[in-house]
C-alpha cells in the first residue's frame, strides 16, 4: 500500500468513507511521522457489542488535534452519565458493590446457615449466620451475590441504597445482619412487603401464598430445603433458591406498583383484594 503525500498544511486529513479507511489510516501515520512521531499500529479485536456504536468523527479529530498540539485539551470533558436500560435478562454478579456515591433501589432477601431450632429460638435469630445474601437492582436489572465473606459489602450496599424491598426484612433478615454490623437497620429506606400487609389486615401472610394468588407462581423450595443444601455444601442451590425468592418479591413489587393491589384469599376462600401503595417516595426517606 502507497503512502500518501503528506500535506503542506501539517493538518490531519479528513475521514474517508469507511470502504477507505486503510487509505486514511496511512495518510494519518504518514502526517505524524511529519511531526517527529513514530506510529506503531496493533490491531485489538473489539469487545462484545463496540463494533455496534458509530465512530464521533468530530470527536477523533478533536484528540488527533491535540495529540498534534493543534488544539488545547479541555479541562472537562466528562459526557453526562445516562441509567442503564432494564434488561429482559439479568445478569448476576458475585461480590461486586454498586459504585461508590450510586445509590440504588434494590430487592433483597438472604439464606441462613441454621435454624430457629439450631440457635435455641427465633428470638436469637441474630446468630444463625448468613449463608447467602442476593439483591436485585432495580435500576439496571441486576442481581449482585453475596456470600459470608463478603457480608462487609452486602452491609455497605445496603447501607447505601435509595430503597430496599423484601418481604419481612425487619423481622428477621435485617435482625441476622445484626450479628455483622452495628447499623441503625430501622433508619434504612425499607419498604417491607409483609410489614405493609400486616398494616392492612392485622395479621400476616406467606410470599408464597402471595405469590400463588396473585402471580399464578410459588416458591420453587422452603427454608429447610435451603438449610439442608448448605449444611450439604451445596451453595449453589441455595443461591438459585434465594434469587427465585427475590424475583418473586420484585414480581409482587411490579404488580402492587402497577395495580395498586395485590391478592390473597381468605379464611372462606374467596379471592380478596388488598389495596396497596408501593410508591417509592413513600419509604425512600423514611427513617425510624
Same mark, same amino acid.
Given at each position: 500500500?502507497?503512502?500518501?503525500?503528506?500535506?503542506?498544511?501539517?493538518?490531519?486529513?479528513?475521514?474517508?468513507?469507511? =470502504?477507505?479507511?486503510?487509505?486514511?489510516?496511512?495518510?494519518?501515520?504518514?502526517?505524524?511521522?511529519?511531526?517527529?512521531?513514530?506510529? =506503531?499500529?496493533? =490491531?485489538?479485536?473489539? +469487545?462484545?457489542?463496540?463494533?455496534?456504536?458509530?465512530?464521533?468523527?468530530?470527536?477523533?479529530?478533536?484528540?488527533?488535534?491535540?495529540?498534534?498540539?493543534?488544539?488545547?485539551?479541555?479541562?472537562?470533558?466528562?459526557?453526562?452519565?445516562?441509567?442503564?436500560?432494564?434488561?429482559?435478562?439479568?445478569?448476576? +454478579?458475585?461480590?461486586?458493590?454498586?459504585?461508590?456515591?450510586?445509590?440504588?433501589?434494590?430487592?433483597?432477601?438472604?439464606?441462613?446457615?441454621?435454624?430457629?431450632?439450631?440457635?435455641?429460638?427465633?428470638?436469637?435469630?441474630?446468630?444463625?449466620?448468613?449463608?447467602?445474601?442476593?439483591?436485585?437492582?432495580?435500576?439496571?436489572?441486576?442481581?449482585?451475590?453475596?456470600?459470608?465473606?463478603?457480608?462487609?459489602?452486602?452491609?455497605?450496599?445496603?447501607?447505601?441504597?435509595?430503597?430496599?424491598?423484601?418481604?419481612?426484612?425487619?423481622?428477621?433478615?435485617?435482625?441476622?445482619?445484626?450479628?455483622?454490623?452495628?447499623?441503625?437497620?430501622?433508619?434504612?429506606?425499607?419498604?417491607?412487603?409483609?410489614?405493609?400487609?400486616?398494616?392492612?389486615?392485622?395479621?400476616?401472610? +406467606?410470599? #408464597?401464598?402471595?405469590?400463588?394468588?396473585?402471580?399464578?407462581?410459588?416458591?420453587?423450595?422452603?427454608?429447610?430445603?435451603?438449610?439442608?443444601?448448605?449444611?450439604?455444601? #451445596?451453595?449453589?442451590?441455595?443461591?438459585?433458591?434465594?434469587? &427465585?425468592?427475590?424475583?418473586?418479591? +420484585?414480581?409482587?413489587?411490579?404488580?402492587?406498583?402497577?395495580?395498586?393491589?395485590?391478592?390473597?384469599?381468605?379464611? &372462606?376462600?374467596?379471592?380478596?383484594?388488598?389495596?396497596?401503595?408501593?410508591?417509592?417516595?413513600?419509604?425512600?426517606? &423514611?427513617?425510624?
Amino acid at each position: 500500500m502507497r503512502l500518501a503525500k503528506a500535506r503542506p498544511t501539517g493538518r490531519f486529513p479528513s475521514p474517508p468513507p469507511i =470502504h477507505d479507511v486503510d487509505r486514511f489510516v496511512d495518510e494519518l501515520c504518514h502526517e505524524f511521522a511529519s511531526h517527529g512521531q513514530a506510529v =506503531h499500529l496493533r =490491531h485489538v479485536p473489539p +469487545k462484545c457489542g463496540s463494533g455496534n456504536k458509530p465512530l464521533d468523527t468530530r470527536g477523533a479529530q478533536l484528540i488527533l488535534q491535540g495529540l498534534l498540539g493543534e488544539a488545547p485539551w479541555a479541562d472537562d470533558t466528562h459526557s453526562p452519565s445516562h441509567p442503564s436500560s432494564p434488561s429482559s435478562d439479568p445478569q448476576v +454478579k458475585e461480590g461486586s458493590e454498586t459504585a461508590a456515591g450510586v445509590s440504588h433501589a434494590l430487592v433483597f432477601d438472604l439464606e441462613t446457615q441454621r435454624s430457629a431450632e439450631d440457635v435455641g429460638g427465633w428470638e436469637h435469630r441474630h446468630r444463625m449466620g448468613l449463608a447467602v445474601g442476593v439483591v436485585y437492582d432495580l435500576d439496571c436489572a441486576e442481581f449482585r451475590v453475596y456470600t459470608e465473606r463478603q457480608v462487609d459489602a452486602l452491609i455497605s450496599e445496603l447501607v447505601h441504597a435509595r430503597l430496599i424491598v423484601g418481604f419481612n426484612l425487619r423481622r428477621f433478615d435485617y435482625d441476622v445482619l445484626r450479628h455483622y454490623a452495628d447499623v441503625d437497620w430501622n433508619a434504612l429506606p425499607t419498604l417491607d412487603i409483609l410489614e405493609c400487609i400486616h398494616r392492612r389486615l392485622g395479621f400476616r401472610l +406467606k410470599l #408464597d401464598h402471595l405469590a400463588q394468588e396473585t402471580l399464578g407462581e410459588g416458591k420453587s423450595a422452603d427454608g429447610l430445603q435451603s438449610l439442608a443444601w448448605f449444611k450439604a455444601g #451445596d451453595i449453589d442451590r441455595v443461591i438459585e433458591y434465594c434469587k &427465585q425468592d427475590v424475583l418473586l418479591t +420484585k414480581r409482587l413489587y411490579d404488580f402492587g406498583r402497577k395495580h395498586g393491589y395485590l391478592l390473597y384469599r381468605d379464611i &372462606q376462600g374467596r379471592a380478596v383484594r388488598l389495596p396497596v401503595d408501593f410508591d417509592e417516595n413513600l419509604f425512600a426517606q &423514611q427513617s425510624r
